[in-house]
């Protein structure tokens, strides 16, 4: 595996030489090589059967929403409900932003380090070959956790849908099916175009679902302004928005293969406008109507015709949302292999082989995890804080003191930014906190469902 792998003695002795004096702007901006050359993750590929990097910003954008904008959506309303309207409204919009300022950072060490394929790549960066391996078997883990629990929310819809009139464990077969035939391609090019599909589905499903409230409201008005609560109760609320953004770690994934590198923040912008916007009027609308006790994930607080167009209309985005991050877990595992060879641009049987070897594994995974683990929407949880806090806030931080201390004069650096350095460093401190209260979060409602018998068995129907 390690033969395929990029230079890391190249990556450092590039560390090495730009550190302790500023880069000038230009060079710091074009990373340690250009996009096209030997250290970018794909190389050039004029003449190559298979061609990765044919990727446009706004198609960049569609799989963002596809992936992000997602089952996430459905759990706000129930946090507006524990921690109250004004509150949560805050904590979602304030995260939006957040999210936007960490998606910067991502974006800005990707440009001067276009080596960078995945999260795993970036640990070794920043962490040496440990790092690599954490972060690495950290995106598989939370990626096939991630679409295991897609699946769980297709079979609930399909459920829905047929008033339960075949076991879940079936429906949930039928759905990973559709997750692994959608995951199959090996470019993200030939999933884009699907993805219109999944990320327009889920907008019109959210939209369906707020007129749904309205037309048929349970008890609307009753809602609390400010709720008080405990501390466990409150933070368990709050990881609901704070998981709702978590996509991050498909952002290298994503870059790596755009036609111009250099668009990407016009895809986060427009994924972080669009998310935000829809999860506060999703959460806002949902809550009004429906009251104190709205159900997560809160189609099933809509009426019955109500819930089950919402439910279909948000199939789509459901079964695409898991095959990316299927396509996610495995074009990690695929480029760690054949990164370099032959088997990466050309239809070998090899590539091919270990590809759809690859693809069944992960869908198989993600089907267990979900109907044969009795836990697994805790396990999902715990995955979350553990990796999706860093990945989408704590690391970003990291990011941006590493570069900075290796581009533009080591500490000194840091001390000439001290807007950005106290940002940086606040922003390690909230995916620390995150990943904490996540786990205390997670593993205490855990405890709590097992103590009053509410734990499900495997494989129920």
């Known amino acids: 595996m390690a033969n395929n792998a990029y230079n890391p003695e190249l990556t450092s002795q590039e560390k090495m030489d730009h550190a302790g004096y500023d880069v000038p702007a230009e060079e710091d901006r074009a990373g340690f090589t250009g996009v096209g050359l030997p250290n970018d993750v794909f190389g050039k590929e004029d003449g190559h059967d298979i061609k990765y990097k044919t990727l446009s910003w706004p198609f960049v954008a569609v799989l963002m929403i596809t992936e992000i904008v997602s089952n996430g959506m459905l759990s706000l309303p129930s946090s507006l409900d524990a921690v109250g309207m004004v509150p949560g409204i805050i904590v979602i919009a304030f995260l939006g932003v957040f999210a936007t300022f960490t998606a910067w950072l991502l974006v800005e060490f990707k440009m001067r380090h276009p080596e960078v394929h995945t999260m795993g790549d970036a640990g070794y960066i920043l962490f040496g070959p440990i790092g690599r391996e954490i972060l690495s078997g950290g995106t598989i883990l939370f990626a096939v956790c991630a679409a295991g629990s897609q699946i769980l929310t297709g079979q609930l819809a399909l459920t829905v849908l047929s008033d339960g009139k075949l076991c879940a464990v079936a429906f949930a077969g039928i759905f990973t099916v559709a997750v692994a035939l959608c995951s199959f391609p090996r470019t993200l090019d030939n999933i884009s175009w699907v993805c219109l599909v999944g990320g327009s589905s889920i907008i019109a499903a959210g939209i ?254």
């Open 208 to 461: 369906v679902a707020m007129v749904g409230a309205g037309v048929a409201p349970v008890d609307p008005g009753n809602i609390v302004i400010a709720r008080a609560t405990d501390f466990t109760t409150a933070f368990i609320s709050i990881t609901n928005p704070v998981f709702a953004y978590a996509g991050h770690f498909i952002f290298f994934i994503l870059i790596s293969e755009m036609k111009h590198p250099q668009d990407a923040m016009k895809a986060a912008w427009t994924l972080q406008i669009v998310s935000t916007a829809l999860y506060i009027a999703l959460a806002a609308v949902t809550y009004w109507y429906i009251g104190q006790g709205v159900a997560s994930p809160s189609f099933l607080s809509l009426s019955p015709l109500w819930s089950k167009i919402s439910f279909g209309l948000a199939i789509p985005n459901f079964f695409i949302a898991a095959s990316l991050n299927i396509h996610t877990a495995v074009k990690l595992v695929f480029v760690r292999l054949f990164r370099r060879s032959r088997h990466m641009h050309s239809h070998t049987f090899l590539g091919w082989g270990v590809w759809t070897f690859l693809i069944l594994l992960a869908n198989v995974a993600a089907f267990l995890f979900a109907t044969g683990i009795p836990i697994f929407n805790y396990l999902v949880g715990i995955a979350a804080s553990l990796f999706a806090a860093w990945y989408t806030y704590g690391l970003a931080g990291a990011f941006w003191l590493h570069d900075t201390y290796h581009f533009k004069g080591g500490y000194r650096g840091w001390f000439k930014r001290p807007t950005m350095f106290a940002l940086a460093v606040l922003t390690l401190l909230a995916g620390a906190f995150i990943c904490v209260g996540g786990l205390y979060g997670t593993i205490y409602s855990l405890r709590e469902a097992s103590v009053a018998g509410e734990l499900p068995p495997p494989f129920q129907c």
